[in-house]
């Protein structure tokens, strides 16, 4: 009942039900996770501006900005900033109050500050819920402001409806959010404190990075603004480019990859982020109240830190305990086809065609290796009889040696290049190190028998994939 009465004043958009929601989001509260749901189905309204980039750069002072551009158009904005303050000197909330001053008295900006304290690796979820409420509040705009650091706060940003990525000259930045993989999520770049020496360079910088990819026509190319935040200059321009590509994004259907997907696809992975991280949390929860015992998640702990068990078994079991069996493991190569060498073709199909009944396909001829391969399925697997073509064919050389008979099988796999690894890493000795184009589109690599007891092992990803 308390509850739904602050649904009610949250999606009437009373400021003091906003406030006491977002504390009830950012403690964990169960009353907190029954508000979202109940707000839930009247979100989706708002869009979401997230901005990143390294600390001091001038994320809030732009963020005001945006606010007062963006209240001047009479537009409504929440504002959630992560604040990596350290929660001892208490920075996030003196901000808080030094920057609500700026907007006293206007009810439709509303500033809140979550320290990134308390929220292991939830962070993400409760900066997600605090735009729910925001938007379930009648908020037009939410903007996000996060320190470029860590997944977290690198995730926050990714699925706001336009990435921010902030850049200040001079300071190496440029380099440093390219090793955050930061660059990738940036919808629009701002090079701030353009005031400063430096700045052209820096959106040099950027310029050259963005010239090492390509975009295919139509496809959004993240735009340099230089701003100042601190006088505002640029910030106009900066609003226009959130406009365009808020066009751009709501009116695209199909998600052409990098930053051009459409609203509904960023819309989308931020369902699915927020849907596995609740569904990891209330199982792992789970776990630990209703499957194990009092201390055995410790025990568990100590024996992993201890060598006595490895991570993999020790969640094996556990699972396995859980869910009541174990996890159905997927096959990791199945067993394709079976290649025989033959000499005298006429008898082999004499053999396995007239005796034993098997259909045999057309053959085909295969004139890289000089040979005619006449596959025969049998169930989910083949036969392929490789005769040889010319005197210099290895099904030639291959039965001069050792007569005809089993030449090779060939397992297919998902994934070629990390089955090449993960052999490899075995000290396995392969003849292909890297794999090679097949028939249909295939890719394939050959195992040493002298690695494989004596056959010679074809590894096959499937065509038609990549
Ligand atoms: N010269 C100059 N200083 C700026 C500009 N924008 C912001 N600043 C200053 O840079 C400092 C940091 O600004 P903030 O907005 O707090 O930066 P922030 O990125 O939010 O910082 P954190 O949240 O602590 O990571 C402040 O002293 C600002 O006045 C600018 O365009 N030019
Ligand atoms: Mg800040």
Same mark, same amino acid.
């Given at each position: 009942m308390k509850t739904a009465t602050l649904a009610d004043r949250v999606l009437a958009?009373?400021?003091?039900? &906003?406030?006491?929601?977002?504390?009830?989001?950012?403690?964990?509260?169960? =009353?907190?996770?029954?508000?979202?749901?109940?707000?839930?189905?009247?979100t989706g309204r708002a869009y979401l501006i997230g901005v990143t980039g390294p600390p001091g750069a001038g994320k809030s002072t732009l963020v005001d900005r945006?606010?007062? *551009?963006? %209240?001047?158009s009479g537009r409504t904005v929440g504002v959630v900033a992560v604040d990596p303050t350290s929660p001892f000197t208490g920075g996030a909330i003196l901000g808080d109050r030094v920057r609500m001053q700026a907007h006293a008295g206007d009810t439709g900006v509303f500033i809140r500050s979550m320290a990134t304290r308390g929220h292991l690796?939830?962070?993400?979820?409760?900066?997600?819920?605090? *735009?729910?409420? $925001?938007? *379930?509040?009648?908020?037009?705009?939410?903007l996000i402001e996060t320190v470029g650091v860590g997944q977290d706060e690198v995730d926050i940003v990714r699925t706001a409806d336009v990435s921010i990525v902030m850049i200040v000259p001079g300071s190496g930045d440029e380099v440093q959010a390219l090793?955050?993989? &930061?660059? =990738?999520?940036?919808? &629009?770049?701002?090079?701030?404190k353009a005031d400063r020496e430096g700045a052209d360079r820096a959106v040099a910088s950027i310029e050259t990075l963005l010239s090492l990819q390509t975009f295919a026509p139509g496809e959004w190319r993240p735009p340099i603004v230089k701003t100042e935040a601190t006088t505002g200059k640029g910030v106009a321009e900066?609003?226009? =480019?959130?406009? %365009? $590509?808020r066009g751009q994004s709501s009116s695209s259907v199909t998600p052409t990859g990098r930053s051009a997907g459409s609203q509904g696809t960023r819309r989308r992975a931020r369902a699915e982020w927020r849907l596995r991280e609740m569904l990891a949390e209330r199982f792992v929860r789970y776990v630990e109240r209703q499957v194990l015992g009092p201390g055995e998640f410790e025990l568990a702990l100590d024996r992993i830190a201890a060598r006595e068990v490895d991570p993999y078994s020790a969640v094996d079991e556990i699972f396995a305990r859980a869910v009541g069996h174990a996890e159905p493991r997927e096959p990791s190569s199945v067993l394709?086809?079976?290649?025989?060498a033959v000499s005298d073709v006429g008898q082999a199909l004499a053999f396995y065609r007239d005796a034993l009944g098997l259909d045999v396909a057309a053959p085909e001829e295969v004139a890289s290796q000089r040979v005619r391969a006449h596959f025969i399925p049998a169930g989910e697997a083949a036969l392929e009889l490789l005769e040889a073509t010319t005197d210099d064919s290895p099904i030639a050389k291959y &039965?001069?040696? %050792?007569g005809p008979g089993l030449h090779h099988i060939t397992l297919r796999v998902d994934d070629i290049r990390a089955a090449l *690894?993960?052999?490899?890493?075995?000290?396995?000795?392969?003849?292909?190190?890297?794999?090679?184009?097949?028939?249909h589109g295939s890719l394939v690599a050959f195992v040493h028998p002298s690695s494989a007891h004596g056959v010679l092992v074809e590894l096959k990803e499937a065509g038609g994939r990549r």
């Open positions: 958009g009373d400021p003091r039900a &906003i406030a006491r929601a977002i504390t009830l989001i950012e403690d964990e509260a169960p =009353e907190g996770a029954e508000l979202v749901r109940r707000v839930f189905p009247q945006l606010t007062a *551009a963006i %209240r001047a690796g939830g962070l993400a979820r409760a900066t997600s819920e605090v *735009a729910l409420v $925001f938007d *379930a509040a009648g908020k037009d705009i939410v090793k955050a993989g &930061i660059m =990738e999520i940036a919808d &629009i770049f701002v090079v701030n900066l609003l226009q =480019e959130i406009e %365009r $590509f394709d086809h079976v290649g025989i &039965i001069a040696r %050792r *690894a993960r052999l490899k890493s075995k000290g396995v000795r392969l003849i292909d190190e890297a794999p090679r184009d097949g028939a």
